[in-house]
């Protein structure tokens, strides 16, 4: 069962973390994509605005500056764009900046004569819109050989790194949740499991308990039988206990057969009124003898999609489990009515009260409220989780509870 849990908290921390790190890196990669084609769009708008305002300016002649003389000089933008982005237009001649236009915000830590001279010494024109965004100071774009439009990226990588952080605390507080979530959630889908688990466990420990007693009386009296020339009696001890191992046996394939639904495809409609009253009939002799009597309310026509024979069954076993836990001189009611969409059938009895705690319970295998008691009746516990397994069978259910000295099994059947 820790195998389970590991597994299964393993699997859903994987998949989650895997959904979660795909998202971010969608986010990152979608404003990457975003601020580099925005980057694109900044550089093209400089080199159009410029050619059509002086289509003629990059064949002028200008002497160049020497180095420490150099400085930006400001030139007529009145057709030019005002970006936020801090954009340059830096003019060249025989591989030598002559004139620098500003365009948008400047700053003091950006050489844009140094990035132009980085550029020239590559010893080639390459018309590229942008560098890597995350690690490039600048990006640039050749106007015909005459001229480079430079951006300045400091702007652009701080919100790129900014995101890449967020998005990677927003990741490790979602890991952790992600942690917590899954335990939470491994521990409700295992519960079931572990439930089953353990009464499997139970299941296991009972059955074997109770063959092995059978078992064992069998062996012996098999024993005797060789060394006091078939006594009688031990030849009735071996069929009284095949006897009851038969019947433990049987009641376990049942519980396995209905379990499975097999039966479910051969469902029809039934009279369920005349199915209670024929069960009833026959129980009125076993009631007699235990100084009960059977009362019924059971309304006419009831009409149900049901298996006949596992009606029959849940019937005979809620009617046999009330008049067991009966008073003397007391009366079993049986009654049966039609609700929205529903039949409602109650078998009603006056005896010792079910315990508050044992309501679920008795429903489970093998279990037994009295259990010495249940042993010397050749009883297993198994009647009523049969009764519950076909009520939910036919798509409903049996509740019992105890209530003003009276004790109820309810069961619930859609029509």
């Not at 057709?79 to 003091?108: C, F, K, P």
């Not at 007693?213 to 001890?237: C, F, R």
Request: with cysteine.
């Amino acid at each position: 069962m820790k195998e389970l849990r590991r597994k299964t908290s393993f699997t859903l921390i994987a998949i989650l973390s895997l959904i979660l790190i795909a998202v971010m890196i969608l986010l990152n990669v979608r404003n990457y994509a975003d601020e580099k084609e925005a980057v694109r769009r900044n550089l093209d708008v400089l080199e159009n605005k410029k050619e059509m305002r002086d289509p003629g300016a990059g064949k002028k002649t200008v002497e160049p500056e020497k180095p420490e003389e150099r400085r930006m000089k400001p030139r007529d933008m009145e057709n030019v764009m005002i970006l936020d982005h801090e954009i340059y237009i830096v003019e060249i001649q025989d591989g030598e900046v002559t004139e620098v236009v500003n365009s948008g915000n400047t700053s003091e830590d950006f050489d844009v004569y140094k990035a132009a001279e980085e550029i020239i010494s590559k010893e080639r024109y390459d018309r590229k819109y942008a560098a890597n965004l995350y690690f490039s100071s600048y990006s640039y774009k050749y106007n015909n050989n005459e001229s480079i439009v430079i951006m300045n990226n400091k702007e652009t990588k701080q919100k790129l790194w900014a995101l890449l952080a967020e998005s990677l605390l927003l990741t490790v507080l979602a890991e952790v949740s992600i942690v917590i979530i899954s335990r939470l959630i491994t521990k409700w889908i295992t519960k079931p499991a572990e439930e089953a688990f353990e009464r499997q466990k139970e299941f296991v420990a009972d059955a074997s308990h109770e063959l092995k007693t059978p078992l064992a009386v069998i062996m012996a009296s098999a024993d005797e039988i060789q060394n006091s020339n078939n006594d009688p009696k031990y030849i009735d001890n071996i069929r009284y206990e095949s006897d009851r191992m038969n019947k433990l046996i049987t009641g376990l394939l049942n519980l396995s057969r209905l379990e499975s639904g097999e039966d479910m495809v051969s469902f029809k409609e039934e009279d369920l009124s005349r199915i209670l009253e024929k069960s009833c009939m026959a129980y009125e002799a076993v009631a007699f003898e235990q100084g009960v009597s059977v009362y019924t309310d059971i309304e006419e026509g009831l009409i149900c999609k049901c298996n006949k024979e596992e009606i029959e069954q849940m019937a005979a076993t809620l009617l046999d489990n009330a008049v067991r836990h009966s008073y003397k001189d007391s009366i079993v009611k049986v009654l049966a009515s039609a609700g929205k969409g529903m039949i409602d059938i109650r078998v009603i009895n006056t005896g010792d009260p079910i315990p508050k705690e044992d309501e679920e319970r008795i429903f489970e295998r093998f279990y037994r409220g009295d259990k010495a008691r249940g042993r010397s009746e050749n009883r297993y516990g198994l009647g009523l989780a049969i009764a519950r397994r076909i009520a939910r069978n036919h798509n409903g259910d049996i509740k019992a509870y105890s209530e003003n000295g009276e004790t109820i099994f309810r069961v619930t059947l859609r029509k």
